[in-house]
């Protein structure tokens, strides 16, 4: 089992920045990725953006320029630093854990219990 805590949701004008951090604790294996997705009421859960634990990086279209993931293997954590914030970036954001084998998902999925992000206009 794997326990992914998240930190740094929160409200932010226009223009500014944040940074969300995720905890993984438990049997954590390697290969891996971690990442983010978002929820906004309404519409779908999306990818922001995931990172393997061999550096590989993979951001949506929405996000890239703004946004740098990165991660600290020695301690399970991944970071989102999240510049030039939209009100259209406002959302749940849930941390995400899953085993890869090669470049291929591999077991199950682990989620954060998700944080808040909301962008004033």
């Known amino acids: 089992q794997v326990r992914l805590v998240e930190s740094g949701g929160g409200l932010v004008q226009t223009g500014g920045s944040l940074r969300l951090s995720c905890a993984a604790s438990g049997i954590i294996f390697s290969p891996n990725a971690m990442g983010w997705y978002r929820q906004a009421p309404g519409k779908q859960r999306e990818l922001v953006a995931h990172?393997?634990?061999?550096?590989?990086?993979d951001y949506a279209d929405a996000v890239k320029g703004r946004f740098t993931i990165s991660r600290d293997n020695a301690k399970s954590t991944v970071y989102l630093q999240m510049n030039s914030l939209k009100p259209e970036d406002t959302a749940v954001y849930y941390c995400?854990?899953?085993?890869?084998?090669?470049?291929?998902?591999?077991?199950?999925?682990?989620w954060g219990q998700g944080t808040q992000v909301t962008v004033s206009s």
């Open positions: 990172i393997t634990s061999g550096g590989n990086t």
């Open positions: 995400h854990y899953r085993r890869l084998f090669g470049s291929h998902w591999y077991g199950n999925d682990y």
